[in-house]
């Protein structure tokens, strides 16, 4: 298997733009983790998908923010106008949610500049 | 409150010294897993074990070692006869059945080894 694959890796762009992240996931996993890494803040979770529905977005920062799953393999995180503060690793995740029992295995990330 | 610390922010050792890492956390939960992941300077992050509440038995696996301890709270990872390959971010991670599936990491120690 692949693993799980993001794209693109890195993406710089200017304050204002919109940025689409992309991920799939390993197949056959059915739970799906969007992070964001930084410095300050560490790794947080912006999102989860467990079956493509969205389980808990509570750590989406604000509604410039937002993420799909269409399907089992594809799932998209936009930010939409992007501003500085957005710079950041992020990273997707993907686990079976059978039980709680699994480790969930992360993407290379895509490291966003938003200048 | 954070649910899992990571106290050492930094830490330096020369090749071949041993080095443990600290982890501590918090749950009310009687179900629980932890985990421990590795992030090299390539940025992915690697997963390296799972532990579940009901199993406070130590692993090893060759050079790393892995102390889980219920009356502390902590999940302490020891490397052996480190290298410089060891050379990484570590975070350790909670997992709890009352929280759903999501991960809550802590902030990463890092660790140099030198050669």
């Known amino acids: 298997d692949a693993g799980v694959i993001q794209s693109p890796r890195h993406e710089v762009t200017e304050m204002g733009q919109e940025v689409t992240l992309r991920c799939k996931p390993i197949?056959?996993?059915?739970?799906l983790f969007w992070y964001r890494q930084t410095m300050m803040r560490g790794l947080e979770l912006l999102i989860y998908?467990?079956?493509?529905?969205?389980?808990?977005d509570s750590g989406m920062p604000e509604d410039r923010f937002s993420a799909k799953m269409p399907n089992a393999s594809f799932s998209t995180l936009k930010i939409q106008p992007s501003e500085p503060r957005d710079s950041a690793v992020y990273f997707c995740?993907?686990?079976?949610?059978?039980?709680?029992?699994?480790?969930?295995?992360f993407g290379q990330g895509t490291r966003l500049t938003v200048v | 409150a954070q649910k899992v610390t990571q106290a050492q922010t930094e830490i330096s050792v020369v090749e071949k010294e041993d080095v443990t890492l600290d982890c501590v956390y918090e749950?009310?939960?009687?179900?629980?897993?932890l985990f421990w992941y590795k992030q090299p300077p390539s940025g992915e992050l690697v997963f390296l074990i799972r532990?579940?509440?009901?199993?406070?038995q130590n692993e090893i696996s060759g050079r790393y070692s892995w102390n889980f301890q219920k009356s502390t709270s902590s999940f302490n990872f020891t490397i052996t006869a480190s290298q410089v390959v060891d050379s990484a971010v570590y975070f350790c991670?909670?997992?709890?059945?009352?929280?759903?599936?999501?991960?809550?990491f802590g902030t990463g120690t890092s660790l140099t080894v030198i050669p």
């Open positions: 749950t009310r939960d009687t179900t629980y897993y």
């Open positions: 995740a993907s686990k079976i949610e059978l039980t709680l029992n699994t480790e969930a295995f």
């Open positions: 998908f467990n079956n493509n529905v969205p389980i808990d």
């Open positions: 991670a909670l997992s709890e059945i009352s929280t759903g599936n999501q991960f809550y």
């Open positions: 197949s056959g996993h059915n739970s």
């Open positions: 532990r579940n509440s009901f199993d406070e």
